[in-house]
């Protein structure tokens, strides 16, 4: 018998945060991680994520969340997908937000694909 556990919801906390909105999400059957003191201790969380619930590897797709972990040294691959198109909305997402230093994060390139639609997928090591 093989039994999966699927996370649909993850929230990560810091241990700063009110019994009520912890209450709320074990109401709601939102799994969730609180760990560090003022911010998210995000190295400490993906550690609970690899010992909890076996979690080797995970996708981050958000603008400030990549900032944090870039930050935290948890990325190991960027992956771009460039569609054949342009899109000048203002007010959206950076594809990664909140990075303080000036210096920029090195990349290696580890491989390009064209798609016939023009797309191209992009990925990079960071390490």
């Keep these: 018998m093989v039994i999966v556990n699927i996370i649909q919801h993850l929230i990560l906390t810091s241990e700063n945060v009110s019994?009520?909105?912890?209450?709320?999400?074990?109401?709601?059957?939102?799994?969730?991680?609180?760990?560090?003191?003022?911010?998210?201790?995000?190295?400490?969380?993906?550690?609970?994520?690899?010992?909890?619930?076996?979690?080797?590897?995970?996708?981050?797709?958000?603008?400030?969340?990549?900032?944090?972990?870039?930050?935290?040294?948890l990325v190991d691959e960027i992956s771009i997908l460039l569609g054949s198109g342009i899109d000048g909305r203002t007010g959206q997402p950076a594809m990664v937000d909140g990075l303080t230093s000036s210096t920029p994060v090195p990349l290696k390139l580890k491989s390009v694909q064209s798609y016939p639609d023009g797309a191209v997928w992009l990925r990079y090591l960071t390490k």
């Design 19 to 73: 019994s009520a909105y912890i209450d709320y999400l074990n109401q709601n059957n939102i799994s969730w991680i609180a760990t560090g003191k003022e911010h998210v201790d995000l190295k400490r969380a993906m550690a609970i994520l690899a010992d909890e619930f076996g979690i080797k590897r995970l996708a981050v797709v958000s603008g400030k969340i990549n900032g944090g972990f870039l930050k935290a040294d």
